[in-house]
Structure formats: structure tokens, C-alpha cells
């Protein structure tokens, strides 16, 4: 088979870049491990991903967004954070940035649903599911991927988006640095009496970490971070049970809880490749950098990446260059270097700072939050970043 991309993974990373393409007369291939009816019909995975203005504006030109049922897309209109038993902490509203909802919270399943339901009606797009890649050679001219059950295809331009631990990265000989966190996340859907009034909540409590990501309704989507010892008696419990325990973590802020969905239970990784290209290829999505979920800038970085790889090989696609050429990739490394390495620091400052449970950080855990608080500036700039269009 004989392309001008070839994608590794059909993700959400991998089918938008692939959609991006669409028009542009550039064959694609799309490589995946994963049997079909996966990627076609994903089942509900618990994660609700939370979309910046930026991140909903490419949606929409890729045209995912209009396929969402807006009864499952929630309002983001605040963000809270709070440490510890403080009553008051860092409050980030809309009202700081510009007219309405900080953003959107729109489920994992849905996005990947979409995108696929896009790609496979897209000219020019041959998918390959249920495929395991073999080996890659490259050349000056090309890449030539082999594939375990004996095919093969040649492209000019390969792009990794196998995930965080992402196999054609390590093909390629780009090494990653990976932190593991030692803790593991659980992400479940409640339901409970008192109104959210679509207000995110972030609490640093004292050997836990708890997320509330407000839906439609009196309901939310929690995230639970603990150690794997204390996560396997969440996980234990039964649903009566686990309700109580979210109940008690939240202090009762959100009155009765009772348990409406599915447990799901991932590590947690963080990942930033050395480098986020190789003589014609490049990585997209968590393959180049896999965020903690702490700040939920992960889908946005990885959605916004590969709208700058689009962009640049379809310029030197308008311009007949070769699209697989390093003065074209180091363009997109250049561009995504620049936007993800500040926000992958910064969050991993803030995991640092707010799972410190020594009693001289406990006192800078919240002192920061308050200074942060009466700060209109810091809290403006924040607004501003996530309302951006």
C-alpha cells in the first residue's frame, strides 16, 4: 500500500489529524490494534473530557461537534479549589474571561465516536483495524511500515498517536520522560440532592485528591486519586457503600450521593517525548505528551497539536513541498514545543506542590491558594486562557 500519511493509532489524536486532512487530495492510512467494532462503537469509559473554547472551535470546523447530542454536552461555568478543610480557596468564573462557560464537558466515548463516524465516510482514508505493527525502515524518500500479518506500507510522512506508552515512539528511537505518579485515578458518575450550579470543584484533601466535573442535571462525573492500596477498597465496595464514601469526601456539600455509573479506574503517567518529530515522522496527541488530569488540559494539548501538524503539512502540501521533509516537521515541533512544555510544567508544579502532605507544604498549599484568590490579574489570565478562542 502506498500513502502520503500513515497513522498509528485511532484515537481521538489520530482520527482528528486524519479528518484535518480531509479535501486535501493527500491519502491516509490509519493503523490500529484494536478490532473494529472498538473504534466504531466506543462503550462509555467514565471520562469526561472538559473542552477549552480553542478545543471546541477546531471541533467544530472538523465538524465533531455538531454530531453531539447537547443533552450529553455539560457547562463548565466555574472552576473551585480548594485544600485541605478550607472552606474558601482559588475561584476561577467565567465572568473573568470573556462572555460565557469557562467550557464544556463532553464524554470520552462520544468524542472518539464521532470522529471515527467522520473518517471512515472520508475520501481518501483506508483504515486498518484489528492490525499490529510489525517494524518500521526508514529511508530519504519514505517509511516503509510492516504490519504482523505480512503487509506493508509505504509512506512519506508517519505519525505516531498510539498513546502515552506509545510503541512507534520507541521504533523511532525518541526517547520520553515519563514520571509515574505512583497513584491511580477513578472516575464514576453520581447523582445527588443539592445543585451544583456547574461549578467544577478541585479538592486536595489530605491523602486523596477529588474532582467534581458538574453534567446536566444534579449529577457529576467524580475523580478520586489514591494510592493503589486505598483505591482497591473504593473499588471493593459496592455501590451503596462507594456513595457513602463520596458523600463523606465531600463533606456533604452536594447533600445525598448516590451512585448512577460505572467504576473506572486508570494510572497515572505523565509523558513528554525528547522531541516531537524524527526524519519523517512525528508524534501527535499523548504520544508526544501525555498529561496529568489535574489542571484537564491533556485532550485540549493533544487536539490543539495535531490542528499545528495539519496546518503545516498542508501548507507544504499547497506549496508542493514534501510534506515529510525536517525543515516542515521542525516547523511543527517548533509550534507544539512552545505551547505544551509550559502548561506540562506547570502541572507538574502543581501535583508536586498539592500532593505534599508535609506540614510545611500543607501551609504553602494553602496560602498560595488564598494569595492566588485576590489576585484579579491571575485569575483573569487563566479565564482568558481557557475562553480563548
Not at 91 to 112: K, Q
Not at 273 to 299: E, K, N, S, Y
Not at 304 to 317: D, I, P
Request: aromatic share 6%; net charge positive; with cysteine.
Amino acid at each position: 500500500m502506498n500513502v502520503d500519511v500513515a497513522i498509528v493509532g485511532a484515537g481521538p489524536a489520530g482520527l482528528c489529524f486524519a479528518r484535518s486532512l480531509a479535501g486535501s487530495g493527500l491519502r491516509v492510512a490509519i493503523v490500529e490494534r484494536q478490532p473494529l467494532d472498538a473504534i466504531a462503537a466506543p462503550v462509555f469509559d467514565g471520562r469526561e473530557i472538559a473542552l477549552t473554547h480553542a478545543s471546541r472551535n477546531i471541533l467544530e470546523i472538523l465538524g465533531l461537534w455538531q454530531c453531539f447530542d447537547p443533552a450529553e454536552v455539560s457547562e463548565l461555568r466555574d472552576a473551585k479549589v480548594l485544600d485541605g478543610d478550607a472552606e474558601t480557596g482559588l475561584l476561577v468564573s467565567a465572568a473573568d474571561g470573556r462572555n460565557g462557560p469557562l467550557g464544556w464537558l463532553v464524554p470520552n466515548h462520544l468524542i472518539r465516536k464521532a470522529a471515527y463516524e467522520l473518517v471512515a465516510g472520508q475520501d481518501g482514508v483506508e483504515l486498518l483495524t484489528g492490525r499490529t505493527l510489525r517494524s518500521v525502515e526508514r529511508s530519504k524518500d519514505c517509511v516503509v511500515l510492516s504490519l504482523e500479518d505480512g503487509e506493508t506500507i509505504r509512506t512519506k510522512l508517519l505519525v505516531a498517536a498510539d498513546s502515552r506508552f506509545s510503541q512507534v515512539r520507541r521504533m523511532l528511537g525518541i526517547g520520553a520522560r515519563s514520571y509515574d505518579h505512583g497513584v491511580q485515578m477513578l472516575v464514576c458518575r453520581v447523582a445527588h440532592d443539592l445543585p451544583h450550579e456547574h461549578v467544577a470543584w478541585e479538592w486536595f484533601d489530605y491523602g486523596h485528591t477529588l474532582a467534581l466535573l458538574p453534567l446536566n442535571g444534579n449529577r457529576c462525573s467524580v475523580v478520586l486519586t489514591l494510592k493503589p492500596e486505598a483505591m482497591r477498597e473504593v473499588e471493593a465496595m459496592d455501590d451503596v457503600a462507594f456513595a457513602a464514601d463520596m458523600q463523606r469526601r465531600m463533606r456533604g456539600r452536594l447533600g445525598a450521593v448516590t451512585t448512577i455509573g460505572s467504576r473506572h479506574v486508570y494510572p497515572l503517567v505523565s509523558v513528554y517525548a525528547d522531541r516531537f518529530v524524527g526524519p519523517r515522522a512525528a508524534l501527535v496527541g499523548d504520544a508526544a505528551v501525555g498529561m496529568h488530569p489535574v489542571t484537564a488540559h491533556g485532550f485540549n494539548l493533544g487536539l490543539q497539536g495535531q490542528a499545528k501538524l495539519a496546518e503545516t503539512v498542508l501548507q507544504a502540501h499547497r506549496e508542493g513541498r514534501d510534506i515529510g521533509s525536517d525543515a516542515v516537521l521542525a516547523r511543527y515541533h517548533r509550534a507544539h514545543h512552545a505551547a505544551a512544555y509550559p502548561i506540562y510544567a506547570a502541572t507538574r508544579m502543581v501535583t508536586r506542590i498539592y500532593t505534599n502532605e508535609r506540614p510545611v507544604a500543607r501551609v504553602l498549599r494553602g496560602a498560595t491558594l488564598r494569595i492566588a484568590n485576590r489576585i484579579p490579574p491571575f485569575r483573569r489570565a487563566i479565564a482568558a486562557h481557557l475562553t480563548q478562542a
